[in-house]
């Protein structure tokens, strides 16, 4: 008798669930939790990561990569819960290399996708538009984990010079930019600087045309909203053609073809 009527409690509950559901109400509040704690649709908008990420991909970010973002509701972005920083729960840090969905420092509402190339206590500089990153964990770190072709001695100290140029192919610089004062002098040159701890040297892999951290500064942990997931969908903006070979493939796959 327990276990028939523990059987149908389960499917009476069940049946509740699947009727709150098809409310506007449940199906609102369901929507809400998908994109705020699993998944949010996300549209590349700038050629900034071209030719990793193009204008016109339509990708899935993962929410939950890097700990939990506080929800902000959609299009309007107010938080949901009043009062609470960005960060609702912390967790995993990103790591140089991840591509990271962020919000910008200063101004929330706007949300970025860039390449992490260094991470707190790190160093960074730019030489002759040559990224340079000295990691925090010193000479031996860099000594184990580096080639030795692309470690270079400068001022005394150890630098990897373009550290993931190899492994990212898709990272890449204009060779009609140059260094003849019409364009920032921080897509050349700037001097070492170390990053802040618990932030991120976000840099876009269309080195020459993104508006990155070389202009505004590292972005803080509690602006990391994610890391892309799934492109669904992709279109080329200008002759409308969908790019149907980067559907439902991720950015890794994607990578491979470069």
């Known amino acids: 008798m327990k276990t028939e009527e523990s059987v149908e409690e389960k499917r009476g509950f069940f049946r509740k669930a699947y009727d709150f559901s098809t409310t506007w109400t449940g199906a609102i509040i369901i929507v809400l ?3 705020s704690f699993i998944a949010q649709s996300f549209v590349i908008p700038s050629g900034s990561m071209i030719r990793t ?22 299009w309007l972005e107010v938080p949901i819960i009043p009062g ?6 912390e967790g995993d840090r990103p790591e140089r290399g991840d591509i990271v969905v962020f919000r910008k420092p200063g101004e929330e509402k706007v ?8 991470t707190g206590g790190d160093m960074v500089m730019m030489r002759d538009k040559k990224l340079y990153i000295r990691p ?16 270079k001695e400068i001022d005394d100290r150890l630098w990897v010079e373009n550290p ?18 019409y364009w920032p002098k921080e897509l050349f040159n700037f ?10 040297y976000m840099v876009g892999d269309n080195r020459d045309h993104s508006n990155d951290s070389r202009f505004w500064g590292s972005v803080p ?36 073809d470069l």
């Open 33 to 35: 939790f998908v994109i």
């Open 111 to 118: 949300h970025f996708v860039k390449r992490c190339v260094a």
């Open 191 to 200: 001097d070492p600087i170390r990053v802040k701890e618990d932030h991120f």
């Open 164 to 181: 993931y140029r190899e492994k990212h192919r898709g990272i890449q610089n204009d060779p009609e930019v140059v260094n003849n004062g």
């Open 136 to 151: 925090h964990q010193g000479d031996p770190f860099i000594k184990a984990n580096y080639p030795s072709n692309k470690i």
């Open 221 to 256: 942990y509690e602006n990391v909203e994610g890391t892309p997931w799934l492109i669904y969908f992709s279109i080329d903006q200008e002759t409308l053609e969908i790019r149907w070979d980067r559907m439902f493939r991720t950015i890794t796959d994607l990578e491979g």
């Open 53 to 74: 990420l193009l204008i016109g991909d339509y990708l899935f970010v993962k929410k939950f990569e890097y700990g939990t973002p506080t929800p902000h509701i959609p």
């Open 84 to 89: 609470v920083g960005l960060n609702l729960i």
